[in-house]
Each structure stands twice: as C-alpha cells, then as structure tokens.
T-cell receptor
Framework: GQQLNQSPQSMFIQEGEDVSMNCTSSSIFNTWLWYKQDPGEGPVLLIALYKAGELTSNGRLTAQFGITRKDSFLNISASIPSDVGIYFCAGPVTGNQFYFGTGTSLTVIP | NAGVTQTPKFQVLKTGQSMTLQCAQDMNHNSMYWYRQDPGMGLRLIYYSASEGTTDKGEVPNGYNVSRLNKREFSLRLESAAPSQTSVYFC???????????????FGPGTRLTVL
C-alpha cells in the first residue's frame, strides 16, 4: 500500500520554540493535507495544499507542498501548550481514498 | 449541525462477540469512511462508501463488514471480534469532490474498542 512517512515520530519542546516536521511519499501527490488530532478526539484539518511549491499559512502554522510533489512540510512558530497533539499528513491516492502518515506526536513543555 | 457522530464512545467485548459501530453525518456528504487507529500506525482505511448504495474495501477490511444504510448513515460490523481488533475506530465523511473549495474529510470523535 501507499507509504507516507512522517518525521520525527515524536517531539518534546519548550513552550515558545518553533517546530518543524515533514512527510514524504513513495509516489506523487496532487494534494497534501495536514491534520491535527487532539487527545481523545478525531483529526481536524489544519491546512490544505494543492500546488507544487505552494506555501500556505494558518495563524502560526505554515505548510509547504514540496516541488517534487513527494513531500510536504509543516512548521509551527512560537509553540504554546494547546499545540499538543498528533499531527498527520494525508493525501488522496484514488478518487475516493486518502492515505495518512504515521503521525508526529508533539508535546509542549510549559 | 452536529457534523459526524459515532456511537458508542467506548466498548469492551469478549473474543467472539459481535457488535455494530454506528456513524451518522448531517452535512449531506456523499462519501463516508471507516478507519482504525493503532499506536504508531496512523489511520488505516477499513472500508469506504463513495456514494449511497456502494461500498469498497480499504487497506485492512478483513474481519469487518459495512452497510451504507442511507446517505447519512454508515455502520461497521464486527461479526466475531478478536483481540487484534482492539483499536480506536473513526468514521469520516467527505463532500462530493469539487463541490467545496477544500477537499477534505470530516472526522467523528471515535469509538474506543477493547476486545478481551
């Protein structure tokens, strides 16, 4: 099946630090999606990317669609405690299916 | 507008028991999905329904059946539960592709299932 590899698997950072994570695929994607999952909840969409090279921001979050279309990056600036959760990348691989990465677990230490 | 709802929130089964997980969405979405989430493995697709009346297997369908009862409801059934099916199950829905500016899925809160 499709492989979406996320790194790092987990991060422990101090409040106020910036965070970077990435997602790589074994094949080309036309859309990249970034989700956040709060503890005990379902994933919620943060940012959607539709074009190679695209850079999109949502508040303190910035995501980029890699030029090769096989990777994507998510940055969080000036982290705060409510940034805690698991961050997933995802992309549609057929008309109706989405594949999800393995997730990056973020812990913010106050 | 409740979005995607799932019942039950928690369930404990014994090996061999059966149960049905219920999912409903009130957003008039065409497609619905069932995923399972296990530690370190992300979300894996079990079954999906592209539209009312159709269902298709995903990555990990063995041991599960689904029913798209109508446009709103998509249920997941475990006929004979096994410990390997201990997981968190998420239902999701998606609008018709191209009908909105953002192609994404909307997730329910999950069902935490333990099979002893």
């Amino acid at each position: 099946g499709q492989q979406l590899n996320q790194s790092p698997q987990s991060m422990f950072i101090q409040e106020g630090e910036d965070v970077s994570m990435n997602c790589t695929s074994s094949s080309i994607f036309n859309t990249w999606l970034w989700y956040k999952q709060d503890p005990g909840e379902g994933p919620v969409l943060l940012i959607a990317l539709y074009k190679a090279g695209e850079l999109t921001s949502n508040g303190r979050l910035t995501a980029q669609f890699g030029i090769t279309r096989k990777d994507s990056f998510l940055n969080i600036s000036a982290s705060i405690p409510s940034d805690v959760g698991i961050y997933f990348c995802a992309g549609p691989v057929t008309g109706n299916q989405f594949y999800f990465g393995t997730g990056t677990s973020l812990t913010v230490i106050p | 507008n409740a979005g995607v709802t799932q019942t039950p929130k928690f369930q404990v089964l014994k090996t061999g028991q059966s149960m049905t997980l219920q999912c409903a969405q009130d957003m008039n979405h065409n497609s619905m999905y069932w995923y399972r989430q296990d530690p370190g493995m992300g979300l894996r697709l079990i079954y999906y329904s592209a539209s009312e009346g159709t269902t298709d297997k995903g990555e990990v369908p063995n041991g599960y059946n689904v029913s798209r009862l109508n446009k709103r409801e998509f249920s997941l059934r475990l006929e004979s539960a096994a410990p390997s099916q201990t997981s968190v199950y998420f239902c999701a829905s998606r609008p018709f592709p191209g009908s909105t500016s953002t192609d994404t899925q909307y997730f329910g809160p999950g069902t935490r299932l333990t099979v002893l």
